[in-house]
């Protein structure tokens, strides 16, 4: 019902910047949640940070905080995420995924999101 679809990731080194994108087709107007979340080798999924698609309401988890934006632009149903100052453990596939649940509370639980991206690879080197 949802495709997103990740890009914008690559190669950077420590302290550099990359932006990532998330386009979603589909009924995207049933979500209500969308969250970034990345996976480095070996790793369970990590929050990295989430918006309410209506109010713009924005997340983040403790170790991406003040380095990261999340953002929204509804008139192209895509979702960004702005990473500033990476470091090398930033090194991750990350996510976008997308929740059709109702509230705030679940916005950094994996399990509650129903549509998830292919995942775009992010590399910081040192």
């Known amino acids: 019902q949802v495709q997103p679809v990740e890009s914008g990731g690559g190669l950077v080194q420590a302290g550099g910047s990359l932006r990532l994108s998330c386009a979603a087709s589909?009924?995207?107007?049933?979500?209500?949640?969308w969250g970034w979340f990345r996976q480095a080798p070996g790793k369970g999924r990590e929050f990295v940070a989430g918006?309410?698609?209506?109010?713009?309401?924005?997340y983040y988890g403790d170790s991406v905080k003040d380095r990261f934006t999340i953002s929204r632009d509804n008139a192209k149903n895509t979702v960004y995420l702005q990473m500033n100052s990476l470091k090398p453990e930033d090194t991750a596939v990350y996510y976008c995924a997308a929740g059709t649940f109702i509230g705030r509370v679940d916005i950094t639980e994996e399990s509650r999101y129903d549509y998830w991206g292919q995942g775009t690879q992010v590399t910081v080197s040192s």
């Open positions: 589909g009924r995207t107007f049933a979500v209500y949640n």
């Open positions: 918006v309410t698609w209506t109010g713009g309401t924005t």
